[in-house]
């Protein structure tokens, strides 16, 4: 009979219900809430409300009032010239080269001093070639000597560089390490000017 899925679920639903009504009916009696009444708080209402203030047997005392200082006495007059210009007999300085009986006034003639302004300079190397040795030139072990011909622009940068050297290998070499130096540009009346016909020389020589 209960094998059949239409009447297991009602089955289980009615003898489930008595069991689940004794539980209400247990956790009712375990559970007793009580009502608290809180008590209404007695009040008090004032009828004014005096300040209290301090008692003071002493009188109070009016600060003093400031007296008036005497007015300071006037300083004496100063002491009457006893003697007049006329009467003070002062002896007369000579100075070598003066006129006699008078003193004559000296003037002094002092250069005219103006700032001196720099217009005129020549070329400086700020910073020198600072050539590598040529790794062929090395492996081979050859020496040589180059002379770069430059020119220096207003800014100072060289240009139109061109070496001749003993040994072509170092040539390059020598250009590069002339176009990466650094001057200070010449200045002529104010004004910076390009330096042309310049040469550096430079040495390539093996450490024994």
């Not at 008595?18 to 559970?31: C, H, R």
């Not at 008692?55 to 009457?80: F, G, H, S, V, Y």
């Not at 003066?98 to 250069?111: D, F, K, Q, T």
């Not at 030139?137 to 003993?166: Q, Y």
Request: proline share 13%.
């Amino acid at each position: 009979m209960l094998n059949s899925t239409a009447l297991r679920t009602p089955t289980a639903a009615l003898m489930a219900l008595p069991i689940a009504y004794g539980l209400f009916l247990l956790m009712n009696v375990l559970i007793d809430v009580k009502e608290i009444t809180l008590a209404k708080p007695a009040t008090r209402i004032l009828g004014m409300i005096t300040p209290q203030l301090p008692e003071t047997n002493d009188e109070i005392r009016k600060p003093p009032k400031p007296q008036m200082l005497d007015a300071d006495a006037k300083p004496p007059p100063p002491p009457a010239l006893s003697a007049t210009k006329g009467d003070i007999d002062l002896p007369i300085p000579v100075i070598a080269g003066a006129a006699p009986g008078s003193l004559l006034p000296i003037r002094l003639n002092l250069p005219a001093i103006s700032p001196v302004v720099v217009s005129t300079r020549g070329y400086q190397v700020i910073r020198p070639p600072v050539p590598v040795y040529p790794d062929r030139a090395a492996t081979r072990g050859l020496s040589g000597s180059c002379s770069v011909a430059f020119a220096i622009d207003t800014r100072g940068k060289p240009f139109n560089v061109s070496a001749a050297c003993t040994d072509p290998v170092f040539k390059g070499e020598a250009e590069r390490s002339v176009l990466k130096a650094e001057f200070a540009p010449q200045l002529v009346d104010g004004q910076f000017v390009n330096v042309t016909g310049l040469e550096y020389p430079l040495e390539f020589k093996l450490k024994n």
